[in-house]
């Protein structure tokens, strides 16, 4: 089992930053092979791929809609990823969550991770 946590969300100004952190814990097995992600969940809306990283060799990928104003990155010392927000719009409120899971061919795809947090919520005013 993986236990992921996550913290760091809020209320910001639009044009404002964020910075959230996921730290998994548990029996990982082959650390190397797991994918770290995070989606979100904005009200009325379906949850939605933002990005993820691979832990073997550090590939990362982004949602269409954060690519360039986000920034996945981790911390291996602490097994703890973080999710650099900048340039924040009031259409990223949303309920962010982590996840992860290895081996995964497609890492934008939810049906494919293992472990979930809690979630944390974002909250951007206008």
């Known amino acids: 089992q993986v236990q992921l946590v996550e913290s760091g969300g809020g209320v910001v100004q639009a044009g404002g930053s964020l910075t959230l952190s996921c730290t998994a814990s548990?029996?990982?097995?082959?650390?190397?092979?797991?994918?770290m992600g995070w989606f979100r969940q904005g009200p009325g809306k379906v949850r939605e791929f933002v990005a993820s990283i691979r832990l073997n060799y550090d590939r990362t990928e982004y949602g269409g809609a954060v690519k360039d104003r986000f920034t996945i990155y981790r911390e291996n010392a602490k097994n703890t990823v973080f999710l650099q927000m900048t340039n924040l719009k009031p259409e990223d409120t949303a309920v962010y969550s982590c996840?992860?899971?290895?081996?995964?061919?497609?890492?934008?795809?939810?049906?494919?991770?293992?472990?979930w947090g809690q979630g944390t919520q974002v909250t951007v005013s206008s």
């Open positions: 996840s992860t899971g290895p081996y995964l061919r497609d890492s934008t795809d939810e049906r494919e991770y293992s472990y």
């Open positions: 548990g029996a990982f097995g082959d650390y190397n092979g797991y994918v």
